[in-house]
């Protein structure tokens, strides 16, 4: 090839020379002739030799870049395809062996064509050289072939797995972590659209990373009340609970891995346990909260204290597990803060009904007993520093003080008008 491409240019060179010669033989010598002569001559060998280079050389040069740019980009696909496949088999367990064994065949389509792929991209120009492109064209229908049969069988499998996600996070939602409602909905609302997904590799990956996320969330809220509910066992139900720490720390770094489905079995073991120890703490917490409603109820004179703490009754009444114990303590908490409100209401009530009786100056037989409010108040701070997990202890102190402010309020109210 190198010596045809030598020898052209100089046989060409060799008839210039020759009608060069005829021409000064046959034509009489001229200024004119002479000067066509010296400008034509080397313009005609440059020319042709331009030509020579556009025809020949540059056209090769464009055939093999085009062909280079073809198998590149195929080769591209081809691993973008594989890492895509190897991320379904390590991030969510979902097999594409068949699938990655029929894309072999691409690969060996690229070693012929002069591309190999493994790890990154190598292109052997003296193969490329040789392709054709009808060739490059084989291996590209092949590729889309391969994909088309095997992407509606991963679909199927994406579809199935997300499905088994949704089973894993009822199935928490039923043993006791009820805060993941939301989080059920919108992966059943994914599985319903995921009839519209297009079946491709990259929408299939995009989608099941969106599916996968939800479940993350959810796992990590129910991580959130484990850690709540064994902090209550350990501490309301006097519980060893040093298994349960060391098995959600496992949970946690199964979520921090990816391992979902181990995530999800050791947080449904978890809830399992600190249920069954939580049971007695939780019965006993709600039968002294419902006793609390009803002492506030009594001392209570405003309809609408009564409509707030009926309103708080019937919230205890619906926490009926004792994973629940958390929500429960809300509503105790928020009961306890009620219950201190209107005590202290009842004192500063008293203390106004004393400062009008000590204005009347009266005497002892007309107001017999020291006046009480002011120092009585005191108490409610002594009553606010106890614990608030101690709702028992909290009931017995507060009954006392609630029923002797109570009885103090009904004669001071009573003495207060038979003054005046």
Known sequence: MKGYKIFVPLALLALIVMGVLLLFALVPKSDLAITIILVFIPAMIGVSFLVRYLVTVRKRSIKERVMERDIQGIANRYAEQMRILYDFEDKYAISTKEFRNDLEKV??????????????????RAKVRKVVFADVEWVIK?????????????????????????VSIKELADAGYENIQA?????????????????????????????????????RICLRDAHDLEVDARENANADTARIRTDIKIAEHSIEHGNYENAAKVLKSVIER????????????????LELTGVLVEISDREEDKKEVEEIRKNIETCKLPSQMQ????????????????LEAIYNEIFEIEGEIAKEKPATEVYPVE??????????????????????????????????????????????????
């Open 327 to 342: 929500k429960l303590r809300g509503h105790g908490d928020a009961l306890i803060r009620k219950s201190m409100s209107t």
């Open 274 to 289: 600190l249920v069954g120890v939580l049971k007695d703490a939780f019965e006993s917490y709600k039968a002294h909260a």
């Open 371 to 420: 006046y009480w409010a002011r120092d009585k108040l005191g108490e409610i701070e002594a009553l606010k520093s106890m614990s608030a997990s101690d709702i028992k202890g909290f009931i017995h102190r507060y009954r006392l003080l609630a029923s002797d402010a109570h009885s103090r309020l009904m004669y001071d109210s009573e003495r207060l008008k038979n003054i005046k």
């Open 183 to 219: 989080q059920i909905e919108q992966i059943e609302s994914r599985i319903r659209g995921g009839e519209g997904v297009e079946v491709d590799s990259l929408e299939l990956s995009m989608f099941m990373n969106g599916v996968a996320s939800i479940l993350e969330e959810a796992l």
């Open 142 to 166: 092949m590729f889309e072939g391969i994909k088309d049969r095997h992407e509606v069988v991963l679909y199927s499998r994406v579809i199935d797995k997300c499905r088994d996600y949704l």
């Open 107 to 124: 690969k060996e389509g690229l070693f012929e064509l002069g591309c190999e792929v493994n790890g990154k991209v190598r292109i052997d």
